[in-house]
């Protein structure tokens, strides 16, 4: 058969007309997404649903009632510039958590400016902080294939990144030992996408170092900090939805064999960044594998808690309700497991959370996951999860 011969216009037409398919395919995709997400909100608006709470002690009480812990995290820069945030850890608290202060390289925060060198001023000033309003600290994170320094891809490699981690956590552990209560030793290591057999994530230190940089780490934090609680962090674990049980399946296989292994691992960090419109929380299939890590002889923590806006309505009232709902039904379902030992929020106050930027609304309103308001009023979330504490039983 006869071809016409590719003109430089026929290309430019046919890749404008695949772009315009691919592009009507994109918007029909956001318009259904679009649609389902806003039959979901309806849904969770109309449930009638009561956040009544006795008195008014802080969270932190009545989470230690019942031998848990409330904390929330912060960056060096809120907690500093704004003195009346810093009281509100102090009143709502018992555990802080630094947003980016221990990560090798996280916004103004550099904790590996060099290869060789480390730069503790705004981490320990987090650990004092929290020394002085009698917070206990946890330490976020060690080894994440995020946040690593520019210098990182251009210095480490198959021969000497097994040196590198052992130096980053040897000395970051070390200097802290005594005043870290836990540690998010390994972060985020799962990714069924990234299609090993064994779910683990595509990152620098499994190519370099092989699937043992997982038990390698946790085993130099133990001998760096023998008091430390030794954490697996990760996300994308609390919903009754294909890719979360994929995750919750690959965790619970990493922290068998870890365990097989006699890797010092002591606890599951499940971050819990929950998504209001999501309808899809099956309590019992969650019970079922907090269930499965503590018949692991592991504890369990919420490490990164919030509730995120996308397609939820503008009034604010409206919106606290669902979001409060989140709170409540995934935290009562949780703090049901004995070996919960803590609640964590990914910041306390509306008026500092990396949603701000990375998941702002469509309609330009501020978001309001936390359980505090940008004024640091109460909203329908704390009492959510001041009656959850309230429900929980004893440890
Ligand atoms: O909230 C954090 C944001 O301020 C940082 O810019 C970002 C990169 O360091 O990390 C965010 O925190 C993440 C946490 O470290 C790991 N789990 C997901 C959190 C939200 O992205």
Redesign the pocket.
């Known amino acids: 058969m006869f071809q016409r011969p590719w003109t430089r216009r026929r290309i430019l037409v046919l890749g404008l007309n695949t772009l315009a398919g691919v592009g009507t395919a994109v918007a029909a995709k956001a318009a259904y997404r679009h649609q389902k997400v806003q039959s979901q909100v309806q849904w969770l608006a109309s449930v009638d649903r009561s956040f009544a709470i006795e008195g008014n002690t802080a969270l932190r009480e009545r989470a230690a009632a019942k031998g848990l812990l409330y904390g929330a995290?912060a960056?060096r820069g809120d907690l500093e510039a704004d003195p009346s945030l810093a009281i509100q850890y102090g009143r709502e608290c018992n555990v802080l958590v630094p947003?980016?202060e221990l990560?090798w390289s996280?916004?103004s925060s550099l904790l590996r400016p060099t290869p060789s060198s480390f730069n503790f001023t705004d981490a320990d000033w987090m650990v004092n902080f929290a020394q002085a309003q009698d917070l206990i600290f946890r330490g976020?994170?060690l080894i994440w294939h995020?946040?690593l320094p520019s210098w990182f891809e251009t210095t480490v490699t198959r021969n000497n990144a097994e040196q590198f981690l052992v130096q980053h956590i040897k000395t970051v552990v070390g200097h802290f030992a005594g005043r870290i209560s836990s540690w998010d030793v390994v972060?985020?290591a799962i990714e069924p996408n990234d299609g090993r057999a064994d779910g683990l994530r595509n990152t620098p230190w499994l190519n370099f170092i092989g699937e043992d940089y997982i038990d390698l780490a946790f085993r130099v934090a133990a001998i760096s900090d023998p008091k430390a609680l030794l954490v697996y962090n990760d996300?994308d674990l609390e919903y009754d939805i294909p890719s979360h049980e994929a995750k919750r399946s690959a965790v619970l296989k990493l922290l068998e064999r870890l365990k097989s292994k006699g890797t010092p691992i002591h606890a599951l960090g499940i971050?819990g960044?929950l998504a209001g419109h999501e309808t899809r929380f099956n309590a019992q299939k969650f019970r079922k594998f907090l269930a499965d890590v503590a018949s692991l002889g592991l504890k369990i923590l919420i490490t990164?808690m919030d509730v995120s806006e996308e397609g939820l309505p503008a009034d604010f009232q409206e919106r606290d309700r669902i979001m409060a709902g989140a709170y409540e039904d995934f935290l009562s379902a949780t703090l049901d497991e004995q070996a919960v030992t803590a609640l964590i929020t990914?910041g306390l106050s509306d008026r500092y959370t990396?949603l701000t930027d990375?998941y702002p609304r469509s309609d330009g309103a501020a978001v309001r996951p936390l359980p505090l308001d940008e004024n640091f009023q109460r909203k329908l979330s704390w009492n959510a999860i001041a009656r959850a504490f309230d429900q929980a039983p004893v440890r």
Do not use: I, M, V
């Open positions: 995290a960056r947003e980016w990560k996280a916004g976020h994170t995020l946040c972060n985020e996300y971050q960044h990164e990914w990396w990375f």
